[in-house]
C-alpha cells in the first residue's frame, strides 16, 4: 500500500445519508475475487442510467468536483460486510472518506484496504459541505500523523481517532502481511529464545 501521512485535495461532497454498501458497489458485480475495476463501478447505479449512460446529476460525473476525498453524510457504509465496497472507494482513487458516522464493518475495511475514514462531527461536516457548495476548490488537509482535519476555508480543525495499530500501517504504507513480515527478525528472535 501507498504510504499515508498527510494530504491536502479538493474533496467530492455526497451528503446523502446512509449509503450502504449495496449502493457503493451493487451486488452483482461481487463475483471477482480480484480488486481490479471496483473503482469502475462505484456507486454503478447512481452514476449511470439504465442504458449505461452517465447520470449527469451524480456528483462522480459533474466535472467540477474532483479530489482524493469523499466527503459523505452519515452513517456511511452501512449494510452488508463486503470488502469490495472498499475496494470500490479506494480503486476509484479516493485516499479519505469523511463522514460523521461510519460502519464499523466498513470502517475496517476501508483500514485494511488504505483509505482513511475521518469521523468528525455532525456541525464540521456541514461546514465542509457548504465551503464546497461555495467554491468547488476549497481544500481540506488531513494529517495522520497528528490526527486531524482541517477545513482550508475557514482554517477550523478537529482531531479523530484511529486504532494505532492501523494508524501504524497507514503511515508505513503496510498491510497486515507486510506487517509482519517488516517484524520477521523479531519473531524469528522470540522463536528462537522460546524453542
Same mark, same amino acid.
Given at each position: 500500500?501507498?504510504?499515508? @501521512? ?11 445519508? #446512509?449509503?450502504? @454498501?449495496?449502493?457503493?458497489? +451493487? ?8 480488486? $481490479?475495476?471496483? !473503482? ?10 439504465? #442504458?449505461?449512460? +452517465? ?11 474532483? !479530489?482524493?476525498?469523499?466527503?459523505? *453524510?452519515?452513517?456511511?457504509? /452501512?449494510?452488508? =460486510? ?17 463522514? /460523521? ?6 470502517? &475496517?475495511?476501508?483500514? #485494511? #484496504? ?18 464546497? $457548495?461555495?467554491?468547488?476548490?476549497? @481544500? ?13 476555508? /475557514? *482554517? ?25 513480515? =517488516? &517484524? ?12
Amino acid at each position: 500500500m501507498e504510504k499515508f @501521512t498527510t494530504l491536502t485535495s479538493t474533496v467530492v461532497p455526497l451528503p446523502i445519508e #446512509n449509503v450502504d @454498501t449495496d449502493q457503493i458497489i +451493487p451486488a452483482r458485480f461481487l463475483k471477482a475475487t480480484s480488486k $481490479e475495476g471496483f !473503482g469502475d463501478n462505484l456507486f454503478r447505479d447512481w452514476r449511470y442510467d439504465n #442504458n449505461n449512460r +452517465p447520470n449527469q446529476d451524480f456528483v462522480l460525473n459533474n466535472p467540477l468536483y474532483s !479530489g482524493s476525498i469523499l466527503v459523505a *453524510g452519515k452513517n456511511f457504509g /452501512s449494510g452488508s =460486510s463486503r470488502e469490495h465496497a472498499a475496494w470500490a472507494v479506494a480503486g476509484y482513487g479516493f485516499r479519505v472518506v469523511v463522514s /460523521s458516522f461510519f460502519a464499523d464493518i466498513f470502517k &475496517n475495511n476501508a483500514l #485494511n #484496504n488504505g483509505v482513511l475514514p475521518v469521523v468528525v462531527s455532525e456541525s464540521f461536516l456541514q461546514e465542509i459541505f457548504e465551503a464546497v $457548495e461555495a467554491d468547488a476548490q476549497s @481544500t481540506l488537509t488531513v494529517d495522520l500523523e497528528k490526527q486531524t482535519i482541517r477545513n482550508n476555508v /475557514s *482554517g477550523r480543525e478537529e482531531s479523530f481517532s484511529i486504532n494505532a495499530y492501523k494508524r501504524n500501517c497507514l503511515l508505513q504504507g503496510y498491510d497486515d502481511i507486510d506487517f509482519l513480515l =517488516s &517484524n520477521k527478525e523479531k519473531i524469528q528472535a522470540w522463536e528462537n529464545e522460546n524453542n
